[in-house]
T-cell receptor, first 113, second 114 residues
Framework: GENVEQHPSTLSVQEGDSAVIKCTYS??????FPWYKQELGKRPQLIIDIRSNVGEKKDQRIAVTLNKTAKHFSLHITETQPEDSAVYFCAASRGSGTYKYIFGTGTRLKVLA | NAGVTQTPKFQVLKTGQSMTLQCAQDMNHEYMSWYRQDPGMGLRLIHYSVGAGITDQGEVPNGYNVSRSTTEDFPLRLLSAAPSQTSVYFC?????????????FGSGTQLSVL
């Protein structure tokens, strides 16, 4: 069945360093890859997404890269700040019309001041 | 707009009890879904609906029922609660179309089954 693997499960970085979270998907028909951030006790919120016709997308300090051949995508956070501490989830979907999102197991990021 | 509203926020049940988790959205979204979140397991899709009168199973549907009689509401029913259903439940919705793939989540329901 469809599966999304996410690594690492926990990640600690010093403030100002970069953080990278990696996901691998199994369904080759997936073409939409969002990332959600969940702060402690809060609801998940979309922070960035990428479609299969794009290799990289940036939004200020965060970026997502996609390698369709290898079926993996990554979240990059530069110049990390304490407020980046949260759980991050990747997901994969076949896009509009299917409405089915398969999420990874999450990465708990801790930014140490 | 209130967005996606879930009730209750917390619930404790005894094994075998039944209950309904409520979810309502005021954004006129066609798609609504239920996820459960367990430590180390991420968000797993329970059931989803692409419109009033249409529902389908997700990854972990056993033990849960849903119905969608209106666009706004998508309740999740536990007919006979089991300890394995202890989890945090999130309802999420989105609009239709390729430009509207962002999921809007509710604030969650923390359920404990004793």
């Amino acid at each position: 069945g469809e599966n999304v693997e996410q690594h690492p499960s926990t990640l600690s970085v010093q403030e100002g360093d970069s953080a990278v979270i990696k996901c691998t998907y199994s369904d080759s028909a997936s073409n939409y890859f969002p990332w959600y951030k969940q702060e402690l006790g809060k609801r998940p919120q979309l922070i960035i997404d990428i479609r299969s016709n794009v290799g990289e997308k940036k939004d200020q300090r965060i970026a997502v890269t996609l390698n369709k051949t290898a079926k993996h995508f990554s979240l990059h956070i530069t110049e990390t700040q304490p407020e980046d501490s949260a759980v991050y989830f990747c997901a994969a979907s076949r896009g509009s019309g299917t409405y089915k999102y398969i999420f990874g197991t999450g990465t708990r990021l801790k930014v140490l001041a | 707009n209130a967005g996606v509203t879930q009730t209750p926020k917390f619930q404790v049940l005894k094994t075998g009890q039944s209950m309904t988790l409520q979810c309502a959205q005021d954004m006129n979204h066609e798609y609504m879904s239920w996820y459960r979140q367990d430590p180390g397991m991420g968000l797993r899709l329970i059931h989803y609906s692409v419109g009033a009168g249409i529902t389908d199973q997700g990854e972990v549907p056993n033990g849960y029922n849903v119905s969608r009689s209106t666009t706004e509401d998508f309740p999740l029913r536990l007919l006979s609660a089991a300890p394995s259903q202890t989890s945090v439940y999130f309802c999420a919705s989105r609009d239709r179309g390729p430009a509207n793939e962002k999921l809007f989540f509710g604030s969650g329901t923390q359920l404990s089954v004793l």
